[in-house]
């Protein structure tokens, strides 16, 4: 039998590093973004590719359904990777560098949010359906890691794990969810605990 404790315990370590050099503050700047977008009930788009699209998936889940079931606004949440088929189309006949801003053209509105997130901040379709929200007027939240990339220099609100480990980084990237659902679940629902 191997011995990988060695190996566990320095993971550890370094995430727990990597947790205690977050900003708080910037954590709680978006968390009252996210409401101030709930009580002016306009829309919020969250993508990401391979793991942050999995995390995207998530952040919809625990909105839409998580918080939502408690509070009379519902958030909005659109995750633009969830349609397999829409992807694959516009991949197929346009480009896989278009397949977030494509979605947005004619569909995002005055007051409504981009989530983007991207690992290394450098993924050219996040980036590409980023600028085309800027463009527009609308608010980016980025959600990033390594050192952030272009998508940490484009966004009005960052989210970032100060780490070089894309598996730290998406680690970071569901706590942040989980830790600002939780904030809301006690804040908003009146719960202090999630449901099993």
């Given amino acids: 039998m191997n011995d990988y404790k060695p190996q566990i315990q320095s993971y550890l370590e370094h995430e727990i590093a990597v947790l205690q050099a977050l900003d708080t503050g910037e954590i709680n700047r978006v968390l009252n973004l996210l409401e101030q977008v709930l009580e002016r009930e306009t829309t919020i788009y969250i993508f990401g590719n391979g793991g942050s699209a999995a995390t995207a998936s998530h952040y919809q889940n625990d909105f839409n359904k998580g918080i939502s079931e408690y509070t009379k606004k519902k958030f909005h949440f659109c995750c633009l990777n969830d349609n397999v088929a ?89 706590i942040f969810d989980h830790l600002m659902m939780s904030v809301f679940y006690k804040t908003m629902c009146g719960k202090e605990h999630l449901k099993g």
């Fill in 86 to 174: 829409t992807l694959m189309a516009i991949a197929n006949d346009i480009s896989y560098d278009e397949i977030f801003r494509f979605q947005l053209e004619g569909r995002l509105r005055p007051g409504d949010l981009v989530i983007a997130i991207s690992g290394s901040g450098n993924s050219a379709n996040v980036v590409n359906a980023v600028e085309y929200a800027k463009q527009h007027g609308n608010q980016i939240v980025g959600i990033t890691g390594y050192d952030g990339g272009k998508l940490r220099q484009l966004a009005d609100y960052s989210l970032h794990a100060p780490v070089n480990s894309m598996q730290i980084t998406e680690d970071i990237h569901m």
